[in-house]
């Protein structure tokens, strides 16, 4: 809501929700003009240019082909779907109505990840070796910790629903890899949840990356490490932090000044992180990516994230979670240890 009201020329016309105290709170907290608890009669009152669909992931596919059919365009929050064949059927019904969607791979429009891209497409890298994304949470982390939060349900449980950030993420940066390994083990509380750690190894040629998910962890933080034969980037999305080691001599002076620079880079990255938040000119990842899709549907412009991007996030995630699922059907114990599959 915050980001569509700093948008020019954009309106908000109305709120739907399931619950009606909800659609209805909604709509008064934002000076919304209309609320709905039926998507269908929202679209029949009112002529829209775009929806954005905020809903758990197993609606998508429904409410997105509704509101394709209905002439607008739709925006998605990460993934599209859950599966391929979902993901089929809402490309078939834009495809059909004329429509534009778009779907919100956040973590790819935030400032540092803009920036650690932009080198890396300068070949400031050189040719990539390796990639590793990793999601650390605490166990008190809110979507885990809710026994009634509708994620356990999904493909993968509580992976499915945060699985596609790491996913894109690789992708941006790899291409399309291949799955080499999957494993899983537990070791928190929660009766509710059949595994709380994963570890995905991917691979192509001479390609590799690795994801690795945690809700064990002292501290929340994502971090992407990236090899090319050139450098190394250690990109903290938490902090908003970039730091490029480069080739250095082995002895202890190049050490010292290698610490040096990480030191510094670190401070630049901080403040200037800390100077467009002060300024009022920081753009998280939502907001660029929506700025990007509404100059997308009006302007004609590049969509942020392509159709097929989108599908290859989508393809992979259902992958990944059909062997968590399989591996957690099959365990006839709790997994107090890593236990895999391999392709």
Known sequence: MRVWRKIDNVHIAAACDRNEQIAKETAKAWNIPAHYTDLAEMLQRHSFSIVDICTPTHTHCKLAIQALESGCHVLLEKPMVMTTNEAEQVMSARKRSGTKLGVIHNMLFEPVMIKALSLIRKGNLGQIINADVRFLHTNEEPILSNRSHWCHSLQGGRFGEILPHPIYLLQALLGQIDIELVSIAKIGDYPWIPADELFVALGRNKTSGSIYISFNSPVEAVIVSVYGTKSVFRIDLTGETIVQLKHRPFNRLSKGINNLRQIYQLASSTLRATSLILSGKW???????????????????????????AYNTVETLERICKKIDFIVSHSLRACTKFEAVET
């Open 283 to 309: 753009s998280n990842g939502h907001e660029t990516y929506i700025r990007g899709f509404v100059d997308y549907v009006l302007n004609e412009k590049d969509p942020p994230v392509t159709l097929q991007e």
